[in-house]
């Protein structure tokens, strides 16, 4: 089944795919459960509605409590975007676009992990808004290329922008 190896199906469908395919096998149920890391309970669950309902039974039903008043899909669109220039930042953090929105970052990390989306991860070239910028490239450069005696440069990789001062790259060298 098509829908256990989809890397667009949400992970509780393929999981009860998984489920329903390992049954259909002749699967024992506690052996179908500790193999894809559910309980016995679970397994009888969806087994039963896929008896009962086929493929539409493994479908999530309409859950209580009060609908989603926020769009995800336009939380993701405007992640895709880059952030104003106002912020100094490449890309959006959950609380900075929360913010922007006027909406909890909770939300906003949601909708992210909804759609699978990870800005923080985006695997292309993008401008530093580090004013500083030249000085921090001519320090590094210049310790290259000259490096003072007796010296021993540090190299950490970084993760987060907001760390970067002019002081990182000179209090690098000993």
Sequence with gaps: MAWTRATTARAGLALRARIVLAAAEGEANERIADRV??????????RGRYEDKGLRGLADEPRSGRPRSIDHARIVSVTLGPPPKKYGVTHWSSRLLGAHLGIGNRTVATAWREYGVQPWRVETFKFSTDPELVGKVTDVVGLYLAPPENAIVLCVDELCEASHNSSDVKSSVM
Excluded: A, E, F, R
């Design 37 to 46: 890391g559910v309980s016995k309970v679970t397994v009888l669950k969806w």
